[in-house]
């Protein structure tokens, strides 16, 4: 049984497309015609990527949509561009998702307005106007969440990290303060049930320090003076 589509943006934009061809129409430059023939929109995806098919054949279709989608509204050519590039940029959200962990209606949207831009730029001249559009788009939207992601707050940390699984035990986290001019300060040690999820175990550190009322969010992250250093891990319990 076919899985039903996601219900995000490129979804929306499939429905919106279906039936329709804008005008003017793509046409076809085959040699039959020295002005080409029209070529329906589904058609012309079809061509776009059918890697057997003629090459100039493709680069002169995306030329085309490139100079339509930058076409003001109230065209449908801006849309039907889209629709277009949308076979180009489903498996870099599926990667992006799945390797990032990022919400699939953000990349989505940043691959979208990523395509528009670049498809915006690409003149007549470009070699491979098809895939310098796609590659373009896509790669800008790797670089956006590689650099959103360096830190990933992950649930299942033995998948995260390939580690192998540990039955039971203990997380345990140590926390050193600062050195004081009278020289007492002491490591101090506080161990939560590995069984506890991310957040449940942060939470649960930061109440045992008396930190829940000042240290609420570690998602904005700014310079100043150091209070400590703290280090967590996962041990075996005694029993």
Not at 11 to 16: D, L, N, P, T, V
Not at 34 to 47: D, W
Not at 191 to 208: D, F, M, N, S, Y
Request: glycine share 10%; net charge neutral.
């Amino acid at each position: 049984m076919a899985l039903a589509p996601h219900p995000g943006l490129f979804a929306s934009i499939e429905r919106q497309c279906v039936g329709r061809n804008p005008s003017p129409e793509l046409r076809l430059i085959d040699g039959s015609q020295a002005e080409g023939v029209p070529v329906a929109l589904e058609q012309a995806r079809r061509l776009l990527y059918d890697p057997s098919g003629d090459r100039a054949v493709r680069d002169a279709l995306w030329y085309q949509i490139a100079e339509r989608g930058r076409t003001a509204a109230p065209s449908d050519w801006p849309l039907a561009a889209v629709w277009l590039g949308l076979p180009g940029l489903r498996r870099t959200v599926f990667r992006i998702t799945h390797y990032c962990r990022a919400e699939r209606g953000d990349v989505e949207a940043e691959l979208v307005t990523n395509y528009l831009e670049t498809l915006a730029e690409l003149g007549p001249t470009i070699a491979d106007p098809g895939a310098t559009v796609l590659r373009s788009a896509c790669s800008h939207a790797w670089t956006v969440w590689r650099k959103a992601h360096n830190e990933v707050s992950a649930e299942d940390m033995e998948r995260f990290t390939c580690l192998p699984a540990v039955t039971g035990g203990l997380w345990q986290a140590d926390y050193d303060p600062p050195e004081r001019p009278d020289g007492l300060s002491a490591t101090l040690r506080i161990t939560v049930p590995a069984h506890r999820r991310e957040g449940v175990r942060t939470g649960a550190l930061a109440q045992a320090w008396g930190l829940a009322d000042t240290a609420t969010d570690t998602g904005h992250l700014r310079r100043g003076r150091q209070v400590g250093t703290m280090s967590l891990r996962r041990v075996r319990g005694n029993g």
